[in-house]
């Protein structure tokens, strides 16, 4: 176990108004991957939000450390009362290990949101989503959320991980996912294979409207510019990074 600071839940705090810190309840733990699980939360102060926003997520030891970090809503806000964080364990991380090793169904974490008003999706059409491995998170919030509410839109996902024990949410990707594995493809596989260059760009088959793209800054950088030469406007391109490069 290397849970850090944080070997027992979480201290309790008084609970306050919609987009303050609130006590959410863990209901359901799904492994995705080898390293990555999704957790439903269930929040006392829950407001809709939108899809591509983010939560907070905060840790307070028993000697009264506390760690912060930010995680997007894997969910739609169809969900009432709830929402899905996916996390990803890093090694020598601090908050992911904690959830991936002693965060249990029952147990209670503390959030605040829903934020961010600038990665949002509101509806607008056609869309480009561009996913590197957990970057994928707030892009399948827009993804179910179409699905559930406007499934004639266009939309495409453009998905790279390194290898197919990697894939996260792999049961719910169909016909609007395009995935290329960068390191080891699954046996027999057809598909693109290496990091998303040009052609795959093509393939999605959309040349404007608007994109978003999550993942590494390495991975962002690289993605922006070939969706920039596809054609897309750079003021509709909306980017979100999710930590350093790797
Ligand atoms: C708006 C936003 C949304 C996010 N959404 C998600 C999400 O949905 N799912 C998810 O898993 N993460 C998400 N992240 C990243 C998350 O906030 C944490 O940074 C991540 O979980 C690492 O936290 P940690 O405490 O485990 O590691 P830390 O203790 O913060 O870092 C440990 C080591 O890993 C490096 N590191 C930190 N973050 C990353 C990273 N993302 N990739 C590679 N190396 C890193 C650090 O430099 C350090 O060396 C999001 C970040 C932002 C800003």
Redesign the pocket.
């Known amino acids: 176990m290397t849970s850090g600071a944080f070997p027992t839940p979480v201290t309790p705090v008084e609970q306050r108004a919609p987009g303050r810190w609130q006590i959410a309840t863990v209901t359901r733990i799904k492994p995705e991957t080898p390293r990555?699980k999704s957790f439903r939360l269930e929040l006392p102060m829950w407001m809709p939000h939108l899809p591509g926003q983010?939560y907070d997520v905060r840790l307070t030891a028993p000697d009264g450390y506390r760690?912060q970090?930010?995680?997007?809503v894997?969910s739609s806000p169809l969900d009432h009362g709830e929402i899905e964080?996916?996390?990803?364990r890093?090694d020598?991380?601090?908050?992911?290990?904690y959830f991936h090793e002693v965060v249990m169904e029952g147990d209670q974490v503390e959030v605040r949101g829903p934020f961010?008003s600038y990665f949002v999706w509101r509806g607008e059409a056609p869309v480009l989503l561009v996913g590197g491995g957990?970057g994928v998170?707030?892009l399948m919030a827009i993804l179910r959320h179409r699905r559930r509410t406007m499934p004639e839109l266009e939309m495409r996902l453009v998905y790279s991980v390194r290898s197919a024990e990697d894939v996260i949410y792999a049961d719910e990707l169909d016909d609007d996912a395009l995935v290329t594995f960068t390191r080891e493809p699954p046996p027999g596989w057809r598909g693109h294979t290496g990091r998303i260059d040009s052609s795959l760009i093509a393939e999605a088959g959309l040349d404007s409207g608007t994109a978003f793209i999550c993942g590494?800054n390495g991975f962002v950088e690289s993605a922006s510019g070939l969706v920039l030469e596809a054609g897309f406007r750079p003021e509709r391109v909306r980017t979100?990074?999710?930590?350093?490069s790797?």
């Open positions: 990555v983010h760690a970090r930010s995680y997007s894997a964080l996916t996390i990803d890093l020598d991380g601090e908050v992911s290990p961010a957990s998170v707030p590494s979100e990074r999710f930590g350093p790797g």
